[in-house]
Structures are given as C-alpha cells and as structure tokens.
C-alpha cells in the first residue's frame, strides 16, 4: 500500500480587497481554490496547462495563470479576480464596458482572463503601440473573435485612462 | 488537484537542502511552469515534490563587488528583462527571456528552472552559453560554482547532486563587459511556441570598432544540449569587421552543431536556419556595438 497522507495546508491571502483565510489540499491549484471555495468562477478552467489564459487573475498586480500555480502560494499575496473589479452594486468598470463596446465578446469563455491582463496593462500608466498591445496579450487564446476587437477594447480603453484622444486607425 | 504525493515548502535554502537530503526522490519545483503542466500530462504523476518558490532571498538580480552579474535563481524572466542591470549589461538575455512562451508564464518561469529543467530549448541557455555563465549550487557541503557547458550532462540531465539547490546564475565581468549581443528565436508562432532554433551571438569590437576582438555564438535545439560554436568564434576573433566576415562566421557554424531531425523541424532545415540566424544575430550585434559595416 501506498503510504498517502493527505495534506492540508491553511492559506492566508487577500483576496480582491478582503482578507481572508482557508484550509486547502495541498494538491489544489489556485484555480481549483478560488472556483470551488470562493466560487470565483470567472477564473476559468481552460487548458489547465497555462496555454489558453482563460484562468489568469492578477497575483500582487501581475497577471499569472492560476492553473499552474499551487493554491498554497496564495499565502501573503494580493489575488484579484474579474469579481472584484465590479463596482459596489455590481457596476462594470471601464475595461469590462469597452469589451461590450467593442463587441470583444462572443462566447465569453476567455474574456474574464483577457480583461485581468488588460488591467494589469491599464494600471502601468503607460502608452503602448499596438504591436506591444499585441504582445501583452499573446498569453490568451479567443476562438471566436479574432482578436481584433479585443485589441481596440483595451487600445480605447488605455487613451481613455491617459486623457488622450486615440489615434486614427 | 493536482496528482502529488506530498508537498514539502521550504522557507529558507537550508531547509530546502535538508527536505533534499530527507526526500531524495522528490522532484524540485520553482515556479512550477514545467514541473505542473508535466504533472497534468501525467508525466510526473505521483511525484512527491520540495517547493522552493517561497525562497524571497533567490530573487533579483545583483552586482558583486568584482563585477559579477548575479542573477537569483527564482529570478522570473519578466524581472529580468525588466530589470537595470540586465539592461545595461547583458540586454540579449533579457530580450531572450522575453520570448519564452507568453506574458503570464514570463512572470512565473525562473532562470533557474529554465536551466535546471536540462532543455535544449531553453530561452535562456544559449545566450547564458555565449557568456560562459557560472552555476552556482547549494548543498550540505556549501556553494560549488561550475561553468554552465559542465553544468548539462546530456539532453533533460543536469549535474544537480544530492542535497543540491541551484541558487543562482553568474556572469563574470570580463565575459559581458564592452559586449553587445542579439538573440533569434525562430519559432512557429511569436507567442506560446518552442523554439526551433535558438541563436545568441555577441561581439566585443576594438576601441576603432573595426575590429572584432572577440565573438560568441551559442545555440539551443542545435544539439542534445545547448552549445558554442566555437569554431565560428576563432573564425572572427581579430578579424576586422565586415559583411564578408558576418558570412564566414556563420558558415563556420556548421563544424560544431548537431541538429536532429524532429517533428518541429528537419535536420538539414535546422542547419539552414542556424547559419542565417547566426549571420543575422551577428550582423544585429555589431551593430549594436558601434561598428560599420
């Protein structure tokens, strides 16, 4: 017989602006945690190989495949979901808005990863050419829209926070 | 959930040596971008398997009072790219690292997993070849350094021995110093692919910038392991610059690599693209280096 004991490990960690703590099989990935716990479930389970993105949140302000990264690590850090960017009665932020704008949706399966990137983007204050905005998205897969519009979400989005008029295309 | 037998976290790098020593078939697992997605495929299966991602002081990059390039081996390759000293010294290796896979795995892949995971294909290795980086390793008998070409003993086989962490990368300041480097990486696609090929190349020129005083040349997926070339290399060294010396560099390539043929790519289309690459990457490099051609 196999000598296996199950481990469980307690987690202490921030999550979207609340504080907060639970005990977690150590064999549980970030993604597996946040879903089943927290009921999270914009963080999507996708490819669960950190191909597709579709699972991205943002870990102290950077965006991180959650399906490749083990639920303990949570410990100490800041973890933000597409959850906590609604405003207090549910109101969708700037970047959510311009996805719908923009029409950068169809199926909705990569959207919540797409838009945490985005705001990781967004908060670097800084202006990016669209060859780098394309960069800066290439960790994300999207089957149905051809990512154009995605594109153009974030483009319209990043002039709006700049107070720029955005450039004719 | 993920298929593991047990978890052990260390906290500082002497546990991390002692959980070694206590599990010696534990598999090691830094940022976990190999070492998970393997585990899913069902590779490692049942593994049992030492966390050193908590191990804060194996991050950042840093500069010795000699000179030496110190690069934790927890250092993600976002922070490195990122990073100053980087940028001033060794630029080529943040430029390769910001080319393995996408955005989100360059936030948690680590330099030392890239090396340690004993890939050709590494982003990082040939331009860490090129340089003739130094490995530092932890174990119970303290710190060993060993150049990076004794480091890979054969494809997926690294001279990590019992009880050892790597926890760190050094470049020594003769080899960086007065460098400018380039590095291709010829791939399907621009993100989330592995490399076909991968090229670093950097040369030193002389005060006048005519001459190449010294070049290197290193690849990935060119052999079972990353490699020099180091034929190419005493083909340039001296001679002064000039296009025609960028196709002889490159030709002489061909002596020292041993591509294979492999679903991504055949053999003799390998050597097609080494050449190029290596022509292209030096061309890049001396002209970042000032000189004219």
């Known amino acids: 017989m196999e000598n296996h004991v199950i481990q469980y490990q307690t987690v202490h960690f921030n999550l979207n602006g609340k504080d907060t703590e639970r005990t977690v099989d150590v064999r549980a990935s970030l993604t597996d945690m946040l879903r089943e716990d927290y009921r999270m479930t914009s963080v999507k389970k996708g490819c669960e190989v950190g191909e597709c993105g579709a699972c991205t949140v943002l870990i102290d302000g950077k965006a991180f495949n959650s399906c490749i990264y083990l639920a303990v690590w949570a410990e100490g850090k800041n973890i933000r979901t597409l959850e906590g960017l609604l405003g207090p009665n549910g109101e969708l932020s700037d970047i959510q808005q311009a996805f719908v704008d923009e029409a950068a949706i169809q199926c909705g399966f990569c959207t919540p990863g797409f838009v945490l990137t985005a705001v990781e983007i967004l908060e670097s204050g800084q202006e990016y050419t669209d060859e780098e905005l394309r960069k800066l998205l290439s960790g994300h897969l999207c089957r149905c829209t051809g990512y154009e519009n995605i594109l153009r979400a974030v483009k319209t989005t990043m002039y709006r926070r700049l107070g720029k008029p955005m450039p004719a295309e | ?293």
Not at chain 2, 211 to 226: D, H, I, K, L, S
Not at chain 2, 267 to 273: A, C, L, P, S
Request: include cysteine; aromatic fraction near 6%.
């Open chain 2, 1 to 293: 959930m993920y298929d593991l037998k047990a978890l052990y976290q260390a906290g500082t790098v002497a546990e991390a040596v002692a959980l070694r020593l206590a599990h010696p078939e534990a598999h090691i697992i830094a940022g976990g971008s190999d070492v998970l997605v393997q585990m899913r495929e069902g590779k490692r299966a049942g593994v049992e398997l030492i966390s050193i991602q908590g191990l804060d002081e194996l991050r950042g990059v840093s500069m010795e009072a000699d000179g030496t390039l110190r690069i934790g081996s927890l250092t993600s390759f976002s922070h490195i790219t990122r990073d100053p000293l980087i940028r001033k010294h060794l630029n080529v290796l943040g430029e390769a690292v910001d080319q393995v896979g996408g955005p989100q795995i360059r936030n948690i892949g680590t330099i030392g997993g890239n090396t340690c995971n004993g890939v050709t294909s590494a982003d990082s290795a040939s331009t860490l070849f090129a340089y003739d980086a130094i490995v530092e390793l932890t174990g119970p008998d303290g710190v060993r350094r060993q150049p990076i070409g004794e480091f890979y003993i054969k494809a997926g086989k690294v001279d990590l021995r019992e009880g050892e962490i790597q926890t760190a990368i050094l470049i020594p300041k003769d080899s960086y110093e007065r460098t400018f480097g380039h590095y291709i990486k010829y791939a399907m696609r621009n993100a989330m692919d592995i490399a076909t090929l991968g090229t670093s190349v950097n040369v030193r020129l002389s005060a006048d910038k005519k001459t190449v005083e010294r070049a290197r040349v290193a690849f990935g997926v060119a052999g079972p392991v990353p490699l020099r070339a180091e034929t190419a290399e005493q083909a340039a060294a001296g001679q002064p610059v000039s296009l025609q010396l960028a196709e002889t560099f490159a030709q002489a390539v061909k002596a020292d690599i041993n591509p294979r043929d492999s679903w991504r790519a055949a053999k003799d289309f390998r050597m097609h693209i080494a050449v190029e690459s290596a022509k292209r990457a030096f061309l890049e490099s001396v002209k970042l280096a000032g000189g004219v051609l």
